[in-house]
């Protein structure tokens, strides 16, 4: 089989440099892709509370708000896990939020990107993704440099900073440990952003921070084995979990629910251009470090 292989190889013939140079993509591609990538973050901050956000949406986040608070210890700060099982369903989007209703209530809220592989809470706020939380657990910056003020009352952030090779041991390490202590006495709640549960290990490690885990679902997207899986995930854990938020639903005319989803399944091809059968989850081997544009529409 390698004789066969080497054959075909010697029969194929030897690109040219000119062929190799228009494989090359060039600073126009570059710039489109960028500019695609920069008009669907554009299209999710849309998404986040502002003025313009409708009442029934308002209500909705108002409603999970009296729901989390009457699930949780009143006499402490609040910690709580916003995640999902797989990429690309909101989890990002909602956490931010949740933390500005939570914030809306004259509460001093907190709000840390601890996705420490592809950080979206930098972006969604507009601002710097370093220093951030990164930074701190290796040493180079203080507690007082990572911690900003947002646009919205009562609401302060920490970015996850620089793409670390590490991220899962220093999620783990007792710098984070030593911060978690330090920040709760500073504020009320703390919502952690982190990576889905079945792509990397880094919630069930986060978890032992929190009092309990809200889980994103996006509908015909999110399957029930995912769900499953990440539940058992966090159950070997020893993780709470509060509740879930089915994400990307809406109220039709008839007061019944519709799909605002318009992503209704992934197709793939393969090497031959033939589209595959599609389906409706995401690959769990697909996150990897920086990987942004890998979970676009």
Request: proline share 4%; hydrophobic share 35%.
């Amino acid at each position: 089989m390698a004789e066969n292989q080497r054959t075909e190889n010697k029969m194929q013939p030897e690109m040219s440099w000119f062929q190799k140079l228009r494989q090359m993509p060039s600073n126009a591609a570059r710039k489109r892709q960028q500019k695609i990538i920069n008009q669907d973050f554009e299209d999710i901050r849309d998404k986040i509370l502002n003025n313009k956000t409708p009442f029934h949406v308002r209500e909705a986040y108002k409603a999970l708000r009296t729901n989390l608070i009457f699930s949780l210890p009143s006499d402490v700060c609040k910690k709580i896990i916003i995640t999902s099982a797989l990429a690309s369903e909101g989890k990002s989007t909602n956490c931010l939020n949740l933390a500005v209703t939570f914030a809306e209530m004259d509460a001093k809220v907190l709000i840390v990107d601890c996705d420490l592989r592809r950080p979206n809470l930098a972006r969604l706020l507009d601002v710097p993704n370093a220093p951030g939380l990164s930074n701190y657990l290796v040493g180079l910056n203080s507690c007082e440099e990572i911690v900003h003020k947002t646009q919205y009352n009562n609401l302060s952030y920490v970015a996850a900073g620089n793409i670390p090779p590490n991220p899962v041991e220093l999620l783990s390490s007792d710098n984070m440990g030593k911060l978690v202590e330090r920040l709760e006495n500073e504020f009320d709640y703390i919502f952690f952003d982190t990576p889905p549960v079945n792509l990397v290990i880094d919630t069930v490690v986060v978890s032992k921070y929190v009092h309990g885990i809200v889980m994103i679902a996006l509908q015909n997207s999110t399957d029930r084995e995912a769900i499953r899986y990440a539940l058992s995930q966090l159950k070997f854990a020893g993780a709470k979990v509060l509740g879930f938020v089915l994400n990307g639903v809406v109220f039709g005319n008839n007061g019944g629910y519709k799909n605002s989803n318009k992503r209704k399944y992934y197709r793939h091809y393969a090497a031959d251009g033939k589209k595959k059968a599609p389906r409706t989850t995401s690959g769990y081997g697909s996150y990897r470090y920086g990987g942004y544009g890998s979970y676009r529409k």
